[in-house]
């Protein structure tokens, strides 16, 4: 069987999309043929390893682009990652006009909060252009969670959904050994106004008195307009000394980072997933996300906390992850590796994938279009 990929970038800054397709490419490409197409070219990209990558023309020569190398290759399956950029059109287009099925994933990207943000300026116009179309016309939809399966249900478009969800690979974050205080808490994510990282800052300000010799370290990057006003934010909060923005961290310093960590806090608004969840679990550090996430997981296996979106279900919350014992944050941290290893290993992920191709290609995994 042989599958294309295609994903507008695979910069490291482009956040979960590509770090996902990394590691997911690595297990996959060892039960398939695996090409990857890709539009834009960075400086630094996430490792594709069990794949042949291939660049194609963005902007408006994308489409004779994406047919050509669609004609080149002959893929059995297309896999579409993203919604909204322009190249993704052009790339399904060409896939369905050579008649190859497609698998859109939305990668969170059709949640309703994403959707209601600057919808009449660019959400709307791209739903009646392109998306809406997209979506209806995709042989299947990839949705990471429950969560993200229901609220695509809800927009009507597309009933063919499988819920598969993103992947960790457990050998590159191994569990930490030591669960004593470091007095550091850890959020670690694109920095985008949908993380709700101003949230964080408005709950740390309600605990100063509590803070004594905390450190809370933001790892991210951004639009430099945009971290900037977090960091005023931050001054004007008054937690200069107890905030630190470090910038995008990746590799074996990202490991340490989380491992270091007492407790790892997403208070995000909206995400489909939330792939640093699970690194942060596999880690063995507890998790304080909100009811933004589909992390339900959190309280059933005991590995963290699974709040309310707002500053005082944050703060209330972050009170108790500081108070917690050694003993009990071993306990949660356990828990939460557990939870990772059994349900979102890349490997098993990876055979899910396979399954769901053979399932509506009706062909055997052994076989390769030539």
């Not at 550090?285 to 979106?309: A, D, F, K, Q, S």
Request: charged fraction near 20%; glycine fraction near 6%; hydrophobic fraction near 40%.
């Amino acid at each position: 069987m042989k599958v294309l990929h295609y994903i507008p970038s695979l910069a490291v800054s482009a956040g979960g999309v590509a770090s996902y397709l990394s590691v997911l490419c690595e297990e996959l490409g060892k039960l398939v043929e695996l090409h990857v197409a890709t539009s834009y070219e960075s400086k630094r990209e996430v490792k594709i390893c069990n794949a042949i990558v291939h660049r194609i023309s963005s902007g408006l020569t994308c489409y004779p682009s994406s047919k050509a190398l669609l004609k080149e290759l002959r893929p059995d399956v297309v896999h579409i990652n993203g919604c909204w950029q322009p190249q993704l059109a052009f790339f399904q287009w060409a896939a369905q006009s050579l008649q190859i099925p497609v698998v859109l994933s939305p990668h969170g990207m059709l949640e309703p909060w994403i959707v209601k943000r600057h919808f009449l300026t660019r959400k709307w116009p791209a739903i009646h252009l392109y998306q809406g179309g997209l979506v209806k016309r995709a042989d299947y939809l990839h949705a990471t969670a429950d969560a993200e399966k229901e609220n695509l249900l809800r927009l009507g478009w597309n009933p063919r959904i499988v819920v598969i969800p993103n992947a960790v690979n457990i050998d590159d974050l191994p569990l930490k050994n030591n669960w004593s205080p470091k007095r550091r808490i850890v959020f670690m994510s694109r920095l985008h106004v949908k993380k709700g990282i101003e949230l964080l800052l408005e709950a740390l300000s309600y605990l100063k008195p509590d803070l004594d010799s905390y450190e809370v370290i933001i790892a991210g990057e951004g639009e430099p307009h945009y971290v900037e006003t977090l960091k005023k934010a931050a001054i004007s909060f008054g937690l200069s000394e107890v905030v630190k923005f470090v910038g995008g961290v990746y590799g074996a310093e990202k490991v340490s980072l989380l491992q270091s960590a007492d407790f790892f806090v997403l208070p995000t608004y909206s995400e489909n997933f939330g792939i640093v969840v699970a690194e942060a679990l596999a880690c063995g550090t507890p998790v304080i996300t909100t009811h933004g996430t589909p992390w339900r997981e959190l309280e059933e296996n005991e590995c963290g906390w699974y709040i309310p979106v707002g500053a005082n279900a944050l703060e209330e919350t972050l009170k108790k992850a500081i108070s917690t014992k050694e003993k009990d944050r071993e306990r949660m941290g356990r828990n939460g590796r557990y939870l990772v290893e059994s349900s979102f290993s890349s490997q098993g992920v990876a055979l899910r994938f396979l399954q769901l191709y053979k399932d509506f290609l009706g062909k055997d995994s052994n076989h390769y279009t030539s």
